[in-house]
């Protein structure tokens, strides 16, 4: 019998994460679903860990890639085993509140066709602490593009569920992308769907070392990608499109390119020269690489700030300004 819902996991090397991420799944209320677990060639013990989640339930299927595809390539796959007409999302780090299923179900059955994804709230928690850091408020429904050039105002990808037909009409994760392949997928949904949303924070999103957002360098490549793929698109806001610019001038400079870094802040200067922030990040690469990031940390401890944190959801905002 075909389930309601596929819940697509993807997982890399975390068998403890991803334990307390399917148990969130397993508890909700919503019953009709499966789960499909993509093991992206982990090398720990996570196959183990599925299998003995999957004696008492059964209702979860695991997949194992023999080489790494990385974030897209395994997303890609769990959307082509899903055997539902609605796909949702869970990073092997996050966690699920029990009735975010059933309220996100509920509300696609009751809006228009043309809503393609229905999104939630979340928060976001260091997991070492368990300090709560943030609560993404959705504010965004309807023909959402115009925002999505502004940024990802959507979010984590553990907030969305989607229509089949939504992959059907647009196609799946571009794996060229490395990092922020959802945040390009939702803005290729949006030219065809609408999105509708769930104010509720009904996702756990966990902070923590190894999470992949906290890698400068995936970051760049992630950034690259979109502006050449996007760019004539992000510059209908050109303040928006400049403030990419400047996280990316940022991140090169967190990562010792100076020159790259100031070539970044320069184009982002060009591209809306009305924001003081690129100026300011431009005038303290003067002291160096290795000084830049102490100044950098030195403002954000002054303004009591954390990092990596989200600002409304958007994809760049989680990077230092």
Known sequence: MIPTVSVVIPTH???????????????????????????????????????????????IRYIRHATNRREAGTRNTGVGSARANYIAF????????????????????HSAPRVGAV???????????GKLLAEFVPRHRGDILSELCRGNCVGTPSTVLVKR?????????????????????????????????LQEPLVNYYVHKVKMSADDRL??????????????????DSKSFSRRYLSLGVLYCHTGDLARGRAALVRAIRTY????????NLLLTAAGAKNFVRLKRLKDRSLGLFFPRWRHGSFYAAIED
């Open 13 to 59: 090397n975390r068998a403890e994460l991803l334990r307390a991420a399917v148990t969130s799944v397993l508890k909700q209320t919503f019953r009709d679903l499966e789960i499909v677990v993509v093991d992206d060639a982990s090398t720990d013990d996570t196959q183990e860990v599925v299998r003995r989640l999957n004696a008492d339930d059964g209702r």
């Open 90 to 109: 869970l990073d092997d780090d996050d966690e699920w509140l029990p009735d975010k299923l059933q309220k996100q179900v509920d509300l696609m059955a």
């Open 119 to 129: 999104y939630t709230g979340f928060r976001q928690i260091d997991r070492e602490t």
């Open 165 to 197: 037909q939504c992959f059907e009409n647009v196609g799946r994760f571009d794996e060229a992308i490395a990092f922020g392949p959802d945040y390009d997928m939702w803005i290729r949904i949006a030219k065809d769907f609408h999105f509708e949303y």
């Open 219 to 236: 970051k760049i490549t992630g950034l690259e990608k979109q502006i050449a793929k996007h760019g004539p698109f992000f510059a209908r």
């Open 273 to 280: 020269p009305l924001d003081a922030r690129p100026y300011f």
